[in-house]
T-cell receptor, first 115, second 112 residues
Framework: DTGVSQDPRHKITKRGQNVTFRCDPISEHNRLYWYRQTLGQGPEFLTY????????KSRLLSDRFSAERPKGSFSTLEIQRTEQGDSAMYLC?????????????FGQGTRLTVV | DAKTTQPPSMDCAEGRAANLPCNHSTISGNEYVYWYRQIHSQGPQYIIH???NNETNEMASLIITEDRKSSTLILPHATLRDTAVYYCIVRSQGGGADGLTFGKGTHLIIQP
C-alpha cells in the first residue's frame, strides 16, 4: 500500500496519560498535515510541515500538543496529559509540492478515546 | 471563515446521477475548487479539483460556472458506496491550513 499510513488506528487511554501517533506520508511528499475531527464536524487543521520545518500551527494546537517531522519523512503527534476533550479522530495528509494545484491525500486516521 | 456553502444533506436514487452544488461567491482568481468525500469512519478521499475549466476523472465530473462563483460535482451513476459526506473546498496559495480548510459538507445518501 503506497498511501498515507497512520498508526495506531485506535487508541484508548486514561485521562492524564501521554499518547503519540505516527504518520507515514506518501513517499517523496514534502508537505505533511495534521487534522483533528470530532463527531459531526469536518476535519479541523492543526499544523503542517514542509519537509522537516513546521510552517504553521493552529490555535487548536495547545501547548499539550507537539508535532515533529525530524527527517522530513514520517511525523509524530504527541498529546501530553490527555483530557476527555482530546477524544477525536486525528488525521494525517500529505502532498507533493507547495501550490494549490497539488492534491493532498489523507490517511485513515487514528481514533483516540480518552476515558 | 467558511469560503463555501453546501446543502447539509441530499438524497439520490441508486443508478442516477448525483449533482452536488457548492457556492463560493467570494472565490479569488488564483483559488482552486477541491472536492473530497469521507465515508463513515474513514479518512477524507480526494475526488477532483479545478480552477476554471470543467474537469472529469474516473470518479466524477466538476462543473465550474463561468463566473466561478459556484460549482457542481457530478457522480454520473451513483451507487450505495457513494453514500458519504462530500466537502467542497476553495484552496489558495498559503493561508491558514495551507488553504485546505473543511466546512461541514453535504451528507449524500444514495437510496436503493
Amino acid at each position: 500500500d503506497t498511501g498515507v499510513s497512520q498508526d495506531p488506528r485506535h487508541k484508548i487511554t486514561k485521562r492524564g496519560q501521554n499518547v503519540t501517533f505516527r504518520c507515514d506520508p506518501i513517499s517523496e511528499h514534502n508537505r505533511l498535515y495534521w487534522y483533528r475531527q470530532t463527531l459531526g464536524q469536518g476535519p479541523e487543521f492543526l499544523t503542517y510541515f514542509q519537509n522537516e520545518a513546521q510552517l504553521e500551527k493552529s490555535r487548536l494546537l495547545s501547548d499539550r500538543f507537539s508535532a515533529e517531522r525530524p527527517k522530513g519523512s514520517f511525523s509524530t503527534l504527541e498529546i501530553q496529559r490527555t483530557e476527555q476533550g482530546d477524544s477525536a479522530m486525528y488525521l494525517c495528509a500529505s502532498s507533493l509540492g507547495a501550490t494549490p494545484n497539488t492534491e493532498a491525500f489523507f490517511g485513515q486516521g487514528t481514533r483516540l478515546t480518552v476515558v | 471563515d467558511a469560503k463555501t456553502t453546501q446543502p447539509p444533506s441530499m438524497d439520490c436514487a441508486e443508478g442516477r446521477a448525483a449533482n452536488l452544488p457548492c457556492n463560493h461567491s467570494t472565490i479569488s482568481g488564483n483559488e482552486y475548487v477541491y472536492w473530497y468525500r469521507q465515508i463513515h469512519s474513514q479518512g477524507p478521499q480526494y475526488i477532483i479539483h479545478g480552477l476554471k475549466n470543467n474537469e472529469t476523472n474516473e470518479m466524477a465530473s466538476l462543473i465550474i460556472t463561468e463566473d466561478r462563483k459556484s460549482s457542481t460535482l457530478i457522480l454520473p451513476h451513483a451507487t450505495l458506496r457513494d453514500t458519504a459526506v462530500y466537502y467542497c473546498i476553495v484552496r489558495s496559495q498559503g493561508g491558514g491550513a495551507d488553504g485546505l480548510t473543511f466546512g461541514k459538507g453535504t451528507h449524500l445518501i444514495i437510496q436503493p
